[in-house]
């Protein structure tokens, strides 16, 4: 069983930044993906950014450019840093961890709550 602990979260204004990290423990295997997903009340989880073993990332069209995710391996952290943030960035970020072995299972945090104040 995998444990995710997300941490970085608060209230910030427009414009100014905020860094996330994830730490990840329990994990027999390596972790393959690790991610960033945001929710906000009333609507679907939001694939924010990801990261692969390999170092690849993709983002969602909205943060391209402001958003940039990273990884420890060695640590098993994920960290998102977020510059330029607009009230639209407010929600609550998940961090999460896809291990495959013989199977593929998918871990998330707790979340952590983001305020952006216009």
């Known amino acids: 069983q995998v444990q995710l602990v997300e941490s970085g979260g608060g209230l910030v204004q427009a414009g100014n930044s905020m860094r996330l990290s994830c730490a990840a423990s329990?994990?027999?295997?390596?972790?393959?993906?690790m991610g960033w997903y945001r929710q906000t009340p009333g609507n679907e989880r939001e694939l924010v950014a990801t990261?692969?073993?390999?170092?690849?990332?993709s983002y969602v069209d909205s943060v391209k450019g402001r958003f940039t995710i990273s990884r420890d391996s060695a640590k098993d952290m994920a960290y998102l840093q977020m510059n330029s943030l607009k009230p639209e960035d407010t929600a609550v970020y998940y961090c999460?961890?896809?291990?495959?072995?013989?199977?593929?299972?998918?871990?998330w945090g707790q979340g952590t709550q983001v305020t952006v104040s216009s």
């Open positions: 329990g994990s027999r295997f390596p972790i393959n993906n």
């Open positions: 999460n961890a896809v291990v495959v072995s013989l199977a593929v299972r998918s871990y």
């Open positions: 990261i692969n073993n390999g170092g690849r990332t």
